[in-house]
T-cell receptor
C-alpha cells in the first residue's frame, strides 16, 4: 500500500464547475499538507499548504485536511480552462525530511 | 518571490556522455535543494536531497556515482548525469527550500528534459 493514494483521473469537467480533488494517506504522523499544480512539461507550482487539520482558502481554491480520516481535499470553484493541469498532493511529517507525493490527478476543464 | 530556475531547459546528448544540469534559487538562499525525476504521466520521484556544503543524501536505488550532485553555494546546486544511457532520458526537476523555513515549503524549478540518443 502506498503512503499517499491519489486517483490519477483523468477528471473532465465543464467550465464553471466545482472540482473536488482528494488524497488519502496512511501515516498519521504527517502534519504538513500541500497541493501543487503542474502544467505539462513544467515544474510543479505550490498552490496551497496547510498545517494539521482545518481549512484554508485562497481565491477560488480551498484546501481541507481531516487528520482523523487521513483525508485531504482541494476544491476549485468556478473552474476555468486554464485550471487544466495535473494536481499533486504532498505531505510530510513523522520524521520524514522530504515530501511524499501522490500520483497526481489530471484535470481537464472544457469550455 | 521564491523563484527557482534550471538550465538547460532541454538537452539532447549521445549515449556515454555526461550532462550537467544547474538549479538556481534566484531570489532567496536555499540551504536544501532536492532533485527529482519524472517519467511521462507519472508522479515525481525523489532522487536526492542536497545540503549546501555537504554530501547529498541519495534515495534508495539511485546510483550516487551516476548522478553526481554538488551544492556549492546557497543558490546553486548541480546534477551531473554521467555516462548517460537512453534509459536516463527523463524530466529532471529541482526544488529548493528557503533558508530558515521548514522543509515543507518547496519551490520547484521549471524542469530539464533530457533525451539520450
Amino acid at each position: 500500500q502506498k503512503e499517499v493514494e491519489q486517483d490519477p483521473g483523468p477528471l473532465s469537467v465543464p467550465e464553471g464547475a466545482i472540482v473536488s480533488l482528494n488524497c488519502t494517506y496512511s501515516n498519521s504522523a504527517f502534519q504538513y499538507f500541500m497541493w501543487y499544480r503542474q502544467y505539462s512539461r513544467k515544474g510543479p507550482e505550490l498552490l496551497m499548504y496547510t498545517y494539521s487539520s482545518g481549512n484554508k482558502e485562497d481565491g477560488r481554491f480551498t484546501a481541507q485536511v481531516d487528520k482523523s480520516s487521513k483525508y485531504i481535499s482541494l476544491f476549485i470553484r468556478d473552474s476555468q480552462p486554464s485550471d487544466s493541469a495535473t494536481y499533486l498532493c504532498a505531505m510530510r511529517g513523522g520524521g520524514y525530511n522530504k515530501l511524499i507525493f501522490g500520483a497526481g490527478t489530471r484535470l481537464a476543464v472544457h469550455p | 518571490g521564491a523563484v527557482v530556475s534550471q538550465h538547460p531547459s532541454w538537452v539532447i546528448c549521445k549515449s556515454g556522455t555526461s550532462v550537467k544540469i544547474e538549479c538556481r534559487s534566484l531570489d532567496f538562499q536555499a540551504t536544501t535543494m532536492f532533485w527529482y525525476r519524472q517519467f511521462p504521466k507519472q508522479s515525481l520521484m525523489l532522487m536526492a536531497t542536497s545540503n549546501e556544503g555537504s554530501k547529498a543524501t541519495y534515495e534508495q536505488g539511485v546510483e550516487k556515482d551516476k548522478f553526481l550532485i554538488n551544492h556549492a553555494s546557497l543558490t546553486l546546486s548541480t546534477l551531473t548525469v554521467t555516462s548517460a544511457h537512453p534509459e536516463d532520458s527523463s524530466f529532471y526537476i529541482c526544488s529548493a527550500t528557503p533558508a530558515g523555513q521548514g522543509l515543507y515549503e518547496q519551490y520547484f524549478g521549471p524542469g530539464t528534459r533530457l533525451t539520450v540518443t
